[in-house]
């Protein structure tokens, strides 16, 4: 008999953001694999959680992930619907200029590799889910030119910033894995999630919208809460009809703002 608990490993999960994916899939009573260099830390940021503890949904692999043998992450991968990577290089000195220097760019070709020999409830290789950044171009060229002034930030910023140019990699390399397996019978299918400006608002999930390009300027357009982009993540994961609408593409996720006088509704 086939579960009909999704799966779901979870890469980057004691991070900002992937916390909040970790979280609202537990509590839809789904099993969670995450792969974190620190089980404590992990339970410690589920114990913050008022609502009933769902651990026993979890299994937690202690490890860094480009440390684990590829037959190992196969393992992991092994019986999972999905996986939502949100990697990212601490914002220090070490973690923007040190090693690994390709860290997401790496993580997304090994994952999407060990998808490729798994498989799910279905029977299809794991969704794969990037987490990116709205000033990542969409490769396939359907983003509007940006202004000169930006252009020339992101060219600046890709050369002297070693994490713009990762994310800018994975992306590329997702595109070009699209390309590779058109002929192959198993395909990894993905979505890379770009948000806005990212913010904290603790759990606190409200209205956000969600489109195919970047609608507003390279700072300052907009916002988007961590909590609305685990949101987002977690329908891809659950829901087949946003899944599918989505699917082979870069949306920008943008929270709605709020008008002075009105009211914002989930």
């Given amino acids: 008999m086939v ?42 940021l589920l114990r913050e959680e008022k609502d009933e503890d769902k651990t026993n949904l979890l299994d937690v692999t202690e ?12 393992k992991l991968t092994q019986g999972c619907d999905a996986i939502v990577q949100c990697l990212g290089h601490n914002m220090s000195f070490s973690g923007i200029f040190g090693h690994p220097r390709r860290l997401v760019t790496e993580a997304t070709k090994r994952l999407t590799m060990a998808a490729a020999a798994s498989h799910g409830r279905t029977g299809d290789p794991p969704k794969f889910i990037l987490m990116g950044s709205n000033g990542v171009a969409n490769p396939n060229g359907m983003d509007e030119v940006r202004p000169m002034l930006e252009r020339i930030i992101l060219f600046m910023l890709r050369y002297l910033i070693p994490p713009h140019a990762d994310n800018e990699g994975a992306a590329e390399y997702l595109h070009s894995l699209k390309e590779q397996q058109s002929e192959a019978n198993k395909e990894v ?6 948000p806005d400006d990212l913010i904290d608002d603790d759990d606190k999930i409200s209205k956000y919208n969600l489109h195919n390009k970047p609608q507003k300027g390279l700072f300052g357009g907009g916002v988007a809460t961590r909590a609305n982009v685990a949101h987002f993540m977690v329908d891809l994961v659950t829901k087949d009809e946003v899944w599918k609408k989505w699917e082979y593409q870069m949306p920008v996720l943008m929270n709605i703002e ?9």
Avoid: F, P, Y
Wanted: aromatic residues 2%; proline residues 0%; without cysteine.
């Fill in 189 to 194: 299918k993905w979505v890379v999630v770009r």
């Fill in 258 to 266: 709020k008008e002075e006088g009105s009211e914002t509704k989930k």
């Fill in 3 to 44: 579960s009909t608990k999704i799966s779901v490993l979870v890469v980057g999960a004691t991070g900002a953001t992937g916390k909040h994916v970790v979280k609202q899939m537990l509590n839809l009573g789904n099993n969670v694999k995450v792969i974190a260099r620190s089980k404590e830390r992990m339970m410690d």
């Fill in 63 to 74: 490890a860094s992930l480009l440390d684990l043998k590829q037959d190992e992450l196969e």
